[in-house]
């Protein structure tokens, strides 16, 4: 079993920045494949970032592409998500997903495929 903490939502106006982290415990992440979705009020969950076990290959949705930053630390059993140039478009409740990825050196991108969720931090961007 994974357990997946995120931290360091909040309130930001429109422009400015914010960095999500989530640490893991149970076990260690480093033969998983991590991920950040996030869903709206009245909207599905959707993806927003997905980065490999190694941390070489990198997915963004194209909602996020050149805003958003994902990394992770093994050693650390962390993850993170930069997020600059916040949108208001960007508030949702934010979650940190781990899938099982014990063969390959994928990111992941749907959310079935993920087996760990964390509980989420609200992001709320303001005008």
């Known amino acids: 079993q994974v357990q997946l903490v995120e931290s360091g939502g909040g309130w930001v106006q429109a422009g400015g920045s914010l960095r999500l982290s989530c640490a893991a415990s149970?076990?260690?992440?480093?033969?998983?494949?991590m991920g950040w979705f996030r869903q709206a009020p009245g909207k599905e969950r959707e993806f927003v970032a997905g980065?490999?076990?190694?941390?070489?290959?990198?997915a963004y949705a194209d909602s996020v592409k050149g805003r958003f930053t994902i990394s992770r630390d093994n050693a650390k059993n962390m993850v993170d998500l930069q997020m600059n140039s916040l949108k208001i478009e960007d508030t949702a409740v934010y979650s940190c997903?781990?899938?099982?990825?014990?063969?390959?050196?994928?990111?992941?991108?749907?959310?079935?495929?993920?087996?760990?969720w964390g509980q989420g931090t609200q992001v709320t961007v303001s005008s």
């Open positions: 997903a781990a899938a099982r990825s014990y063969f390959s050196d994928n990111y992941v991108d749907t959310a079935p495929r993920y087996d760990y």
């Open positions: 149970g076990r260690s992440i480093s033969a998983h494949a």
């Open positions: 980065i490999s076990r190694s941390g070489f290959n990198i």
